[in-house]
T-cell receptor, first 115, second 112 residues
């Protein structure tokens, strides 16, 4: 079955610690995205990548970093510079925009909490 | 600056009746609109989309209507079922921007 796998499902971070959230897709999608959801809010875009070895900042990129070394993988690092990291993090992918407008498909998320 | 707004945080409907979820947008460059359904602790699931060249798209019990002059779209679910109880997000994109903008969601409760 094709899909998007996020791991771990739950993650705890100590103050001053960097943590990395994994996102893997086997849909052969070119584009991948990271969102953050806070209670009562919509999804806010952190970073996105349209192609391997290239990525752009979204609306709330401060305190986060990403890499896109392989088409199927788009890990997100939450750095110690992110002062309010507690949230539900969602990874998504879609076909490239050269195919026209395409829906994004989501993983089941990682809930990050601060110890 | 909230470009996509869902002004109703919640909606309650009886099983078998119609559910109507609304969404307003401000950016006239948006040309693609989507609805997602989300259960707690899961990722959103794509439901239905519509291009700005259309005013209606139907898929089974789900129909999306787009009113470009009013910058308004709605999702109709007929008939509503208890399994439809979830949070529904509308989203919009402008191809030039190559990213989705999400509303804050409407929680739908369908009671038996």
């Amino acid at each position: 079955d094709g899909g998007i796998t996020q791991s771990p499902k739950y993650l705890f971070r100590k103050e001053g610690q960097n943590v990395t959230l994994s996102c893997e897709q086997n849909l052969n999608h070119d584009a991948m995205y990271w969102y953050r959801q806070d209670p009562g809010q919509g999804l806010r875009l952190i970073y996105y990548s349209q192609i391997v070895n290239d990525f752009q900042k979204g609306d709330i990129a401060e305190g986060y970093s990403v890499s896109r070394e392989k088409k199927e993988s788009f890990p997100l690092t939450v750095t110690s510079a992110q002062k309010n990291p507690t949230a539900f993090y969602l990874c998504a992918s879609s076909q490239g925009w050269e195919f026209g407008n395409q829906p994004q498909h989501f993983g089941d998320g990682t809930r990050l909490s601060i110890l | 600056d909230q470009q996509v707004k869902q002004n109703s945080p919640s909606l309650s409907v009886q099983e078998g009746r119609i559910s109507i979820l609304n969404c307003d947008y401000t950016n006239s460059m948006f040309d693609y609109f989507l609805w997602y359904k989300k259960y707690p602790a899961e990722g959103p699931t794509f439901l239905i989309s519509i291009s700005s060249i259309k005013d209606k798209n139907e898929d089974g019990r789900f129909t999306v209507f787009l009113n470009k002059s009013a910058k308004h779209l709605s999702l109709h679910i007929v008939p509503s079922q208890p399994g439809d109880s979830a949070v529904y997000f509308c989203a919009a994109s402008a191809r030039i921007a190559q990213k989705l903008v999400f509303g804050t969601g409407t929680r739908l409760l369908v009671s038996p």
